[in-house]
């Protein structure tokens, strides 16, 4: 049985790089140590919670061999094993790759001499710690039985630093000198100076001899940048380090370790006093902020200024952490109190009516009257379902300005004014590049790039669950775009951030633009992305005539290699076997095998057979701004002189797949995401979005962080953002855009404990994901939950009391632990021993846990922070990205890391339902975690909707299946515990309970019908009581739909569409998905996922902008639909012609059936435009068929059961008409 390789905490790392076609000497030879006591190199401490062991219990020497395997195309493989396993075939544990091809920032190299000696060990040592801050060059791949495996382009191996230096364009910035930067031989290769800036050793010491200050922040150079090494360590003891600001590069960055605060007092969590002294000499400051009085303007005196003799008074500092980061505001009471008054009208009034025709059947058609009575009764208690949670709707909005002057504004410990912004990782996920075109997910990815947040602090992660060599060739030529998309739109502040919807939008793109050079630049760029489109679109045939020209020429060599074999064992030339059939693989640029899914499948290479992939498209940036220049310079295509040119890292992620395991579709691959988010980026917030939906507003990350960060925001499990969508066609003929929905329910919910989860276009706190308690919590006990009692789940459980809940039981998971420096607790959890049977064996991924819990937390001085972290301490960069973090990044998305944990169970996204997200935000609520929806005035995000209708209709369908299955599940919300409150699980409950009710709705629709060929009616006549109660119902239901229009901002239109859709819907995809439903819980037959084809960014007319619309492609669930149109259609006509000949008409049965039909019939009508196809294009000959068809219907049907009195008019003269 194989197990996954597992570094012990501690361990010193042994890396091993020779040269291709170098020979394999001992193994000490070449070999470069690190020490046991700083560990690996990553955003988190490499070590494990419960100690220095690692979790399999191992203590041997864990060993990073660089081997070289000889592959073509000039590239190399490097394997990683064990000490004195490495050429253990039978060793019982799985080897991971690394594998490194050519990508925009790293190209290829002349290859290295193969008669090359080795490099002695301090230079290869430099040279491999220096490699490890640039590996966007290498694709890591592995997995179960399979050895791990890097592809590495060839570089030059002499001067070592050096060489690494000019790879990544780290050239002395003086101007005038392109020499290599200057990189200290301590702290893993950093410049001279804390600011980052790079200059060669010549300009360095010319700059040291002359002033000593650094030509980036003209501030002097440290005296002990070389060699006083262990003089830095000396200074950041425990109790200095706290003291100084939290900004030294020369300083690990180690949230755990930083948590510890000293205080005077003794009291724990409270910042140590501040040295003002200290601080004036560090900021080289005389007077400012702090002092009894400083001059105005830094003069003094200065007359004419109001404030005291001369002098400004002081600003207000308390007030800056008591302004609020949001702010909430409630409907006006005009609007609803009238909203609430007609709920509760017309919810008696249905409660008469129901009595009425309860007590009153219709005696001439009892089974006509039980249906449509218990249909009504039904349709009264889903209202009442829907209409309940909308009672308290809320609007929010952010303040910008406050987040940028409370996180981004210099302070006593962040003298510089850098980010205090928590990370955030965005997922982008894909599936398809054929129902997903690539192009659409390059857009997607290049809005998130250029998004308006710290750029040391974004990081973008794309999922390709199928594995595709398009999907990765295509990132590839999106991140050499991006290197010229991003600052051009920080440059000119363009909006949106796609180039797609930038360069095609019908407006004066020169609004609000002053720079003179923006319209070249604009062309240039307009320029660059229609030839970017062109090789994008190009790559499916580049990829396929290149595979067959590797194939043909492997076909050649195996032939050729065959006949030589077949005449050196004597064969005769025309006895010859015929060479075996070839496997058509599917092959990289560099002339390697892709490790993913083949476009013709084969073992080891298909779409549920394939090794795990990782590569790191874009390194992560530096933490210092990297200022452009002139094109002519810096080799751009625009001048970016003034512009930070740095692009955010960007990571390619296809997790592994092989038969035999549940990969459980996109919940499975964004659980993948979490994982190796959390080992190479860290950040303690997440925003998930669909591969469609691109960042229409940059600043919408800085809004969603508003709410995370704002005082309660601790409470905050996820940020929810309304899905808005572009493509529709004008009139919505099938209500995609679903305003009733995100502007209507959403909002109402968001009054509530928090809106529902919905796949895409929200931040999540990581910790919440991971399935943690909040901090605090309310249970709601008693009738209708009035009576509340607040918990405080970090609050140490009293001895010897009874008082303690059950929240400290075992099923509770509290917020992790941060440890100090002796690894002693700070925080209540349980045993950290459960945490790798919970999150896995990966050490890394444990340790990175209470790191992100300490990133997302509230700043001390924020009100009713009981635990928060001081300010600026995320203002320090984070370590560099290396090879050994992200092969670690590649067992944890191997197929069987999910065995035996809770993966998918309660941490991460939540398996066994198509709707995952439902599920997912309703698991936090449960727990006690709140949620906030943000709208914001410019759209957050915008995507795009199916407009066929045979897709909308599965859209809906997958859905409503998944609805079905939260119904029967423990996920229902007649189950959910005391946190949540009593509206909030009805919405939830609405949620499982809507699609049941396309049951009575598709009787109801057929109703009318039945009782105009039968001529009977629900009720006995039309008094004046039943059209009363009818007339009551309609118009409630008419105000309240003006009311919910007034304060949710939607259209009538778009409410009417609503109501339609929410007809055809019932008639068709919920039938289906409740059967599909009741066949999986009683049969267990499984649901198959269908996903929703995306439509691409092509340069279609405007023309034929819409052709999907118009197009009719036949399904099974159009035919009940249908079924009910023709029957209501036919049975109107015969009714019509039935009351003409009678004798004794009964009109009012005709028009109430004939009311009735007439509202289904309005209801499926787009429905039915929808399958006439394009305007215009229907002969009109189909018409006259129709009316001659129903025609002749119904005059055989008066033939066949004639009205009463004229059979005989009929028998013996034939028909007269009247």
Request: glycine residues 10%; hydrophobic residues 40%; aromatic residues 10%.
């Amino acid at each position: 049985m194989s197990r996954r390789l597992s570094l012990p905490a501690g361990s010193p790392v042994t890396v091993t790089v020779s040269p291709v076609g170098a020979k394999t000497g001992s193994p000490g030879d070449g070999v470069v140590k690190r020490g046991g006591g700083g560990g690996l190199t990553s955003p988190a401490p490499r070590h494990s919670l419960g100690g220095s062991h690692s979790l399999g219990g191992s203590s041997s020497t864990a060993t990073l061999q660089v081997s070289p395997v000889r592959r073509s195309g000039g590239s190399r493989y490097l394997g990683a094993s064990r000490d004195g396993d490495g050429m253990d075939a039978s060793a019982e544990f799985v080897h991971y790759t690394v594998h490194i091809p050519p990508t925009p920032e790293r190209t290829a190299s002349a290859a290295m001499d193969s008669d090359e000696a080795p490099p002695p060990a301090d230079e290869e040592g430099a040279e491999v710690r220096a490699q490890r801050s640039y590996i966007s060059g290498t694709i890591f791949t592995g997995g179960l039985n399979q050895a791990t495996r890097g592809h590495v382009l060839n570089t030059s191996t002499d001067g070592g630093a050096r060489a690494v230096a000019a790879s990544g364009n780290m050239s002395c910035k003086m101007r005038g000198c392109d020499m290599p930067a200057y990189l200290t031989s301590g702290g893993g290769g950093q410049p001279p100076c804390d600011c980052g800036f790079m200059i060669c050793r010549e300009c360095y010491m010319d700059c040291v001899a002359g002033a000593g200050n650094c030509p980036g922040c003209k501030e002097p150079y440290s005296a002990g940048s070389e060699t006083d090494d262990d003089e830095d360590e000396a200074v950041s003891s425990s109790e200095e380090r706290d003291q100084l600001p939290l900004t030294s590069m020369a300083k690990r960055f180690s949230l755990v370790h930083s948590m510890k605060v000293p205080s005077s007092n003794g009291c724990a969590g409270k910042p140590a006093e501040f040295d003002h002294a200290r601080w004036l000499f560090e900021t080289k400051g005389t007077y400012g902020y702090g002092n009894a009085l400083w001059p105005k303007d830094g003069h003094g005196g200065g007359g004419g200024g109001t404030g005291f003799a001369g002098f400004e008074e002081p600003p207000n500092f308390g007030a800056r952490c008591r302004r609020p980061l949001t702010r909430k505001t409630s409907i006006s009471q005009a609007i609803l109190s009238p909203y609430r008054l007609l709920i509760a009208i017309r919810l008696v009034a249905l409660g008469f009516f129901l009595a009425w025709r309860i007590r009153h059947p219709n005696p001439e058609a009892v089974w006509l009257w039980a249906l449509s009575v218990t249909c009504e009764v039904w349709f009264a208690f889903s209202w009442l379902l829907d209409s309940l949670p909308k009672l308290c709707p809320i609007h929010r909005a952010a303040d910008l300005d406050v987040l940028a002057e409370r996180f981004e504004s210099p302070t006593a410990r962040n003298p510089k004014g850098r980010s205090d912004l928590p990370g955030i990782d965005v997922f982008v996920s894909t599936a398809d590049p054929e129902k997903e075109p690539p192009l659409v997910t390059a857009n997607t990815i290049l809005s998130i790039l250029a998004a308006d947040y710290p750029v040391e602090k974004l990081a973008c992660y794309l999922s390709d669950d199928g594995g595709a060599l398009l999907t990765f060739e295509a990132l590839a030529e999106t991140a050499s775009f991006a290197r010229t998309w991003v600052p051009f739109c920080r440059k000119h502040g363009v909006e949106p951030r796609s180039p797609e919807a930038y360069f095609g939008q019908k407006r004066d793109f020169l609004k609000n633009k002053v720079r003179v050079d923006f319209v070249r630049e604009r062309r240039k760029v307009k320029r660059e992305y229609d030839e970017f489109k062109v090789r994008v679109n190009s790559l499916p045939e580049a990829i396929r005539r290149r595979s067959d020209a590797y194939n043909a020429g492997e076909e050649l060599r195996a032939r050729r290699r065959q006949q030589e074999e077949a005449m050196a064992a004597g064969a005769l030339p025309g006895a010859l076997p015929e060479a075996a059939a070839a496997v058509k693989a599917t092959w990289m640029s560099d002339g390697s095998h892709w490790p993913g899914t083949w476009l013709t499948a084969a073992s080891d290479h298909s779409r549920g057979d394939h090794a795990g992939i990782i590569q790191a498209m874009l390194a992560p940036p530096t933490s210092e701004p990297v200022m452009g220049g002139e094109p002519a310079e810096f080799g751009v295509l625009i001048d970016t002189t003034g512009v930070d040119i740095r692009v955010p890292m960007l990571v390619y992620v296809s997790r592994e797949k092989r038969p035999g395991y549940d990969h459980n579709k996109k919940a499975g691959a964004m659980n993948a995401l979490v994982r190796t988010s959390a080992i190479m980026s860290n950040g303690p917030f997440i925003l998930n979005l669909d591969c469609d939906h691109y960042v229409h507003n940059s600043a919408a990350l800085r809004e969603g962080m508003c709410f995370m960060l704002d005082r309660g925001g601790d409470r905050v499990c996820y940020v929810q953002f309304p899905q808005r969508f572009e493509g529709i066609d004008p009139n919505d003929r099938y209500a995609n855009h679903n305003l009733v929905f995100f502007d209507v329910a959403m909002r109402a919910m968001d009054g509530l404990q928090g809106p529902m989860y919905v796949g895409t276009g929200c931040v999540f706190r990581r910790t919440a994901l991971y399935g943690f308690s909040p901090p605090r919590a309310t249970e709601h006990h008693g009738w209708l939950g009035r009576k509340k009692i607040k918990l405080f789940l970090r609050r140490k459980p009293t001895m010897g009391k009874k008082t303690d809940r059950e929240n400290n039981n075992e099923k509770e998971m509290m917020l992790p632990p941060i440890e100090d420096d002796s690894f002693q607790q700070l925080d209540d959890i349980e045993s950290s021993a459960l945490l790798p049977r919970r999150f896995g064996s990966s050490a890394t991924f444990v340790a990175s846990i209470p790191v992100a819990e300490y990133q997302g937390r509230l700043l001390q001085d924020t009100p009713g922070a009981h635990q928060g972290r001081p300010a600026g301490a995320l203002a320090v960069p984070r370590e560099p990205l290396d090879a050994a973090t992200v092969a670690e990044a590649i067992s944890v998305v191997s197929c069987f890391y999910e065995d035996k944990t809770e993966w998918g169970r309660r941490i991460g996204w939540i398996y066994g339902s198509v709707t995952e997200d439902v599920v997912t935000g309703y698991r936090m609520h449960n727990r006690g975690w709140r949620s906030v929806y943000c709208v914001t005035r410019r759209d957050a995000f915008r995507g795009t909707a199916p407009i066929n209708l045979t897709d909308r209709l599965h859209q809906v369908l997958r859905w409503a299946t998944g609805s079905v299955e939260i119904f029967f599940s423990r996920n229902n919300a007649l189950f959910a515990s005391r946190r949540m409150k009593l509206l909030q699980r009805v919405a939830y409950f609405n949620v499982g309970m809507y699609p049941f009710t396309s049951v009575f709705l598709l009787v109801y629709c057929v109703l009318p019908a039945v009782s105009l060929f039968s001529g009977k009616f629900i009720v006995q006549s039309l008094n004046v009581t039943f059209l009363a109660f009818l007339l009551i119902i309609t118009v409630t239901l008419c105000l309240l739909a003006l009311l919910e229009i007034k304060w949710s901002g939607i259209t009538l239109n778009e409410w009417w569409r609503n109501e339609q859709f929410w007809v055809i819907g019932g008639t068709s995809a919920h039938p289906a998905a409740v059967l599909q439903g009741l066949l999986k819980v009683i049969a267990g037959v499984d649901i198959s996922f269908t996903l929703t084809s995306k439509p691409g960014t092509g340069d279609d007319s405007e023309e034929d902008a819409f052709a999907e619309l118009y197009e009719v492609r036949w399904s099974f669930l159009m035919v009940p639909p249908v079924t009910i149109m023709m029957v209501n259609a036919v049975a109107v006509a015969v009714a019509s012609a039935r009351t003409l000949y009678s004798e004794f008409p009964q009109w009012s049965k005709l028009l109430g059936g004939a009311f009735f039909s007439f509202w289904v019939l309005c209801h499926l009508y787009p429905f039915a435009k929808g399958l006439l196809g394009r305007r215009g294009r229907v002969p009109t000959i189909v018409f006259v068929w129709s009316g001659l068809i129903a025609m002749t219907v119904s005059l055989l049907w008066v033939y066949i059961s004639p009205p009463a009195g004229a059979r005989e008019r009929i028998g013996g003269g034939g028909f007269s008409f009247p």
